[in-house]
């Protein structure tokens, strides 16, 4: 029997990324599965396959016995030695035992079982290449729509965007071409299912990361991300190299580089903060664009006060509090705001500076 295999093997190879071992392994089963269900032979055979001619033959293994009891499984040392008379008891041989109209037979079946053998191959090499991507960036286009999620080829597969992690100000289109973050990928039975962000801070992470050299080689560090999807955002940088400014480079030549990243997030605000180790230092930054006059910090509750020139309290609060609250994620400190009236009214005291100085470390009775 002959099976056109070699040119079938080098396009799934090609195709699917399966390697030619696993399929032939895969035909082999296929093909021994095949030849007992439908001749019904339940001897010990193997499956010899010349992928250098595409023959594929049925080999019968049988134990070398001085009295047969089993024809399906033993041959007479007599017999043996009309094959080869150099066959021993306790010897194997193989004889041929392809049935004439095997081919059409073994073909019907062995398509089901490679067919499937080459999607789990396939699901793995997809799993594996994507379980390395997780907490990654990828671009990917909206492919389609239900009433629960968007659906984004990722190129070898679908992923899916959930309501929860789609940005509010965003209204996804099929073809659209969008950015997201891999959150988790799982195995199924179904093949590996891939769960994808557009809302998730670490996005926006990737993403400076894209746009920052200095950020990519490490010059300059992403320390903390405070993330409202869609509206604003802060992210606080931090850098050893005393000739280098952290927000600078992440601003850009003319604001181009974080005018990239608010593109890209369909015009989210976002705030570049320089990190401190000192928290009344990283407290005033983080409640940048407002000025602050001094930071007293209690760090057994992990909290802070902040005082602020009265024309500064809204723009340090924020619009329905947002700036002090992504002020207060960033840091991971709790902060009370309060204006110079309200400071002055509890006896609070404080410099009157538009500075801040580092040695403005008070604790908090």
């Known amino acids: 029997m002959k099976i056109d295999l070699i040119e079938a093997l080098t396009s799934i190879e090609k195709e699917k990324g399966v390697s030619r071992d696993v399929i032939l392994e895969a035909l082999e089963t296929a093909l021994i599965s095949a030849y007992k269900k439908n001749f019904n032979q339940a001897q010990n055979v193997r499956v010899d396959i010349n992928v250098e001619t595409g023959n594929v ?130 195995k199924t039975s179904k093949g590996p299912q891939i769960f994808v962000s557009r809302t998730h801070p670490g996005l926006l992470k990737r993403l400076f990361e894209v746009e920052v050299p200095e950020i990519y080689n490490g010059e300059v560090e992403i320390k903390s991300v405070a993330r409202e999807a869609g509206d604003r955002s802060k992210i606080s940088v931090y850098t050893d190299n005393t000739d280098l400014d952290p927000v600078g480079a992440c601003v850009g030549q003319k604001g181009q580089r974080v005018q990239a990243v608010v593109n890209e997030l369909k015009g989210e605000k976002i705030d570049i903060v320089e990190w401190s180790k000192d928290p009344v230092e990283f407290v005033a930054n983080a409640l940048s664009p407002s000025q602050v006059l001094k930071v007293m910090v209690n760090e057994e509750e992990k909290s802070t006060m902040v005082i602020v020139p009265d024309s500064q309290l809204s723009l340090a609060i924020g619009k329905r509090g947002q700036n002090a609250r992504l002020a207060a994620k960033l840091t991971g400190w709790k902060i009370d705001i309060k204006s110079q009236s309200e400071a002055d009214n509890l006896g609070i005291e404080y410099k009157d500076s538009n500075f801040l100085f580092s040695d403005m470390y008070d604790t908090l009775d």
Do not use: C, W
């Open 57 to 186: 033959k049925i080999l019968a293994r049988k134990d070398i016995v001085e009295e047969v009891n089993d024809s399906r499984l033993e041959i007479s040392l007599a017999e043996a030695h009309t094959y080869n008379p150099n066959y021993l008891v306790g010897d194997v041989i193989e004889l041929e035992v392809t049935p004439k109209d095997f081919g059409r037979v073994a073909a019907t079946n062995a398509k089901q079982v490679v067919t499937q053998r080459v999607r789990e191959a396939e699901r793995g090499i997809i799993y594996n290449e994507f379980i390395d991507r997780e907490s990654d960036i990828m671009t990917g286009i909206v492919q389609r729509q239900d009433t629960r999620y968007i659906y984004v080829n990722l190129g070898k597969i679908e992923a899916i965007l959930p309501p929860t992690e789609q940005m509010p100000n965003e209204k996804y289109e099929p073809h659209d071409r969008i950015k997201v973050f891999l959150t988790k990928v799982e």
